[in-house]
């Protein structure tokens, strides 16, 4: 992916484990090209890239940019997106049940110190259960 940035504020997310990448604009103008495609974002504005297809939406920034800020928001989006999200803000492995991966969660969650805090809310909040084992943390159906 080749970004142009014209004095811009944005989020790239792309990883090596992901097939899908991500640039979301919160201010400015950006140019993407990917191939021979291209698209110019503007505010308020995700393009996505999966291993078929492009596509730019019209997105709440804050979903994407809130991690900055100490806290993470969400809207109808799969548990397994959001564990994934504190796995890589806590840099500790988090394992999801494929029963409850597409359960679609909104809300906020601070991000406290420790993980242990965060799990114990998304406990509180949803239906499930966790555990640790050896480095890793095990979500499953309550």
């Given at each position: 992916?080749?970004?142009?940035?014209?004095?811009?504020?944005?989020?790239?997310?792309?990883?090596?484990?992901?097939?899908?990448?991500?640039v979301?604009?919160?201010?400015?103008?950006?140019?993407?090209?990917?191939?021979?495609?291209?698209?110019?974002?503007?505010?308020?504005?995700?393009?996505?890239?999966?291993?078929?297809?492009?596509?730019?939406?019209?997105?709440?920034?804050?979903?994407?940019?809130?991690?900055?800020?100490?806290?993470?928001?969400?809207?109808?989006?799969?548990?397994?997106?959001?564990?994934?999200?504190?796995?890589?803000?806590?840099?500790?492995?988090?394992?999801?049940?494929?029963?409850?991966?597409?359960?679609?969660c909104?809300?906020?969650?601070?991000?406290?110190?420790?993980?242990?805090?965060?799990?114990?809310t998304?406990?509180?909040?949803?239906?499930?259960?966790?555990?640790?084992?050896?480095?890793?943390?095990?979500?499953?159906?309550?």
């Amino acid at each position: 992916m080749l970004i142009n940035v014209v004095g811009t504020q944005f989020n790239v997310t792309a990883y090596d484990e992901d097939t899908d990448y991500s640039v979301v604009l919160v201010e400015g103008c950006v140019d993407v090209s990917i191939d021979k495609e291209k698209a110019r974002l503007l505010p308020n504005q995700m393009l996505s890239v999966s291993t078929d297809r492009i596509f730019v939406k019209k997105i709440d920034v804050n979903n994407y940019i809130s991690w900055k800020e100490g806290y993470l928001q969400f809207t109808s989006e799969p548990l397994s997106n959001i564990l994934k999200r504190l796995s890589r803000y806590y840099d500790t492995p988090i394992d999801c049940d494929q029963n409850i991966a597409q359960l679609k969660c909104n809300g906020k969650l601070v991000l406290f110190d420790n993980i242990e805090d965060v799990m114990k809310t998304i406990y509180n909040t949803i239906p499930i259960k966790y555990s640790h084992e050896a480095d890793r943390i095990l979500v499953q159906k309550k």
